[in-house]
């Protein structure tokens, strides 16, 4: 696999995709269309194999419309694997969707969801000099920061 590939799918792990969704519940975000973005494009990579731009709620192919120059495919060839690609997409994926449905659930009702902070949600450090650190080690950028 090629590392654009794995990229989306590492990204969104199940872990970290808790972690979006309880950043979105801590800084008031609304957790349902966070969900919704994240089902949009991480299954139109995973299930469909498209870029989420590509994608849609069904997508729809038709026996008769073939590129020029091929004819029309049997349609007992046909229909039984269009049935089995739908099957393989749409199952999965709504089984994604609702594991991702029960884990905003969990959170929404989750108590000290409000509460929660990490890293990325911590104001940040006083200390400039410490936080950036990448300004010190060249001298274009410690000029253009002074």
Avoid at 95 to 124: C, N, Q
Wanted: a positive charge.
């Amino acid at each position: 696999m090629s590392a654009d590939i794995e990229t989306p799918l590492k990204y969104y792990s199940p872990e970290h995709i808790e972690t979006l969704l309880r950043r979105a519940r801590a800084t008031g975000l609304n957790t349902g269309r966070v969900a919704s973005m994240i089902f949009a494009f991480y299954a139109s990579h995973a299930f469909e194999g498209v870029h989420p731009l590509q994608s849609g709620v069904f997508r729809r192919k038709r026996r008769r419309q073939r590129r020029p120059g091929f004819g029309r495919e049997n349609p007992f060839v046909f229909y039984p694997r269009r049935l089995k690609e739908i099957l393989r997409t749409y199952v999965p994926g709504l089984w994604f969707l609702l594991k991702l449905e029960m884990l905003r659930l969990r959170i929404r009702r989750d108590p000290g969801a409000k509460a929660y902070t990490d890293i990325a949600l911590s104001p940040s450090a006083h200390d400039s000099d410490r936080c950036f650190e990448l300004y010190e080690r060249r001298t274009g950028a410690r000029s253009t920061a002074a």
